[in-house]
């Protein structure tokens, strides 16, 4: 359903009645997608992205791309052929031609790096290795956190759409009502334009609720690699929560299991590394070069030889290069600290909030959804009645709904900061799980 950013006054009326129209399109929309699609539960989601997730294609060719950089590594330089072919002329003393013929000479070079060099190659190779495992790794993690929280972030849009649908049916139904009898006086007059007033604030909540529906629905289809408007049927979903962890054992798994803190020790170990290969590069490479020559203008020469070749230090660009090294060096040591930083207030941060939702969800009774639906159908009734004025059944449909959302919120952003720990630690917290 599109969304209405501003209906005039005199609209209010056929507006309310095409949004419950559209409201019913898309349950029975949904009800013809649980006949394609059959209902599947969370942990079916999660495999299912986390295997089939395009994404994660980039961070596999990135792993074999470092392998097939370790394999370049771990290999010498290729030795090298030479051929060369000419004329040789001969003459005496006189200028005048002794003896013409070939001329020609064959060599093979091969150049031969300091000892060290190509295993300090091979160990920064490693690192590579061990980053792309390490960012495959933390994107997986991240997609079945993020998947959980979408998969229970439909179920909840789900719920606010049909409890924004159902009150709205219900206000529908009494300005219905109030328009087909004649106004007795000033009081029902404006009883009726309560309820008109109540309907146009309701839309907004429905069309956010409905938004909120197709959002998930399509980042879902997106993380599964398929066409967006492919059908979702989630089965009903429920939270276990628990505790909130102890502060002192997270920030100490943080240290050693965080993606980005680890990510960056492993940085540090690596320019380590490339400091040692730029002080090894520093001594000379040399190239031995074994040839044949044979030279043929009357007589016939023929050598054999060995030729050395090592290169003169005389520009100073190995010293540039080790101290380009060493800052880099230097940059990442800081990159460290900021990491940990970072990451010890993230977590604090993080724990404080699961700690704070955990506390306001467990403040919910299983059956507190339910008992507003109750008292707002009560409600309903006995305003028909006369029993109740209109402030206490407009309150206690705006309760109802207020309660819908403010359940789902919270136990949502209980789920999202426990997947943040889980991201941070690496630990299995159990704080809060998604059941089907």
Request: some cysteine; glycine content about 6%; overall charge neutral.
């Amino acid at each position: 359903m599109k969304p209405i950013v501003s209906t005039p006054c005199y609209l209010i009326r056929p507006t309310i009645g095409l949004m419950l129209l559209a409201f019913a399109g898309v349950a029975r929309a949904q009800t013809a997608s649980a006949e394609v699609a059959p209902a599947v539960s969370v942990t079916t989601l999660v495999s299912e992205i986390t295997s089939k997730n395009p994404e994660v294609a980039f961070y596999e060719a990135e792993l074999d791309a470092a392998k097939a950089g370790r394999k370049a590594a771990g290999t010498r330089e290729n030795p090298e052929l030479s051929l060369e072919l000419g004329r040789k002329r001969v003459t005496d003393s006189t200028g005048a031609l002794a003896g013409e013929g070939t001329a020609w000479s064959v060599s093979v070079s091969q150049t031969f790096e300091w000892p060290g060099r190509l295993a300090l190659r091979k160990a920064i190779a490693n690192q590579d290795i061990a980053l792309a495992e390490l960012g495959l790794a933390r994107f997986k993690a991240a997609l079945a956190s993020r998947a959980r929280t979408l998969t229970y972030g439909l179920h909840a849009a789900h719920e606010r759409a049909a409890a924004a649908a159902e009150v709205a049916s219900r206000y529908q139904a009494l300005r219905e009502l109030f328009l087909a009898r004649e106004p007795g006086g000033i009081t029902p007059l404006l009883e009726t334009r309560v309820i008109e007033a109540q309907e146009l604030t309701l839309q907004k909540r429905a069309t956010e609720a409905q938004l909120a529906v197709q959002a998930a629905l399509v980042e879902l289809n997106q993380l599964r690699g398929l066409p967006v408007d492919t059908p979702i049927t989630v089965a009903p979903v429920k939270l276990a929560l628990g505790s909130a962890p102890d502060l002192d054992r997270i920030l100490s798994a943080s240290r050693e299991n965080s993606f980005e803190f680890r990510a960056a020790k492993l940085e540090l170990e690596q320019q380590g590394l490339v400091v040692s290969l730029a002080r090894n590069e520093g001594r000379p490479s040399f190239t031995v070069s074994p040839y044949l020559s044979q030279e043929k203008a009357g007589d016939k020469e023929r050598t054999f030889g060995i030729g050395l070749s090592v290169p003169l230090p005389v520009t100073g660009r190995a010293g540039a290069n080790i101290a380009a090294a060493e800052a880099r060096r230097r940059q990442a040591e800081t990159a460290v600290l900021v990491a940990q930083r970072n990451m010890e207030r993230e977590v604090i941060t993080v724990t404080h909030r699961l700690a704070a939702k955990l506390a306001e969800s467990a403040k919910w009774t299983p059956d507190a959804a339910r008992r507003f639906r109750e008292a707002a159908e009560l409600a309903d009734r006995h305003y028909r009645l006369g029993a109740v004025p209109i402030s206490t059944y407009v309150e206690l449909q705006n309760s109802y709904l207020e309660a819908i959302e403010a359940l789902y919120e919270t136990q949502q952003e209980a789920l999202e900061a426990a997947g943040t720990l889980q991201l941070l630690t690496g630990l299995e917290l159990n704080a809060v799980e998604t059941q089907p």
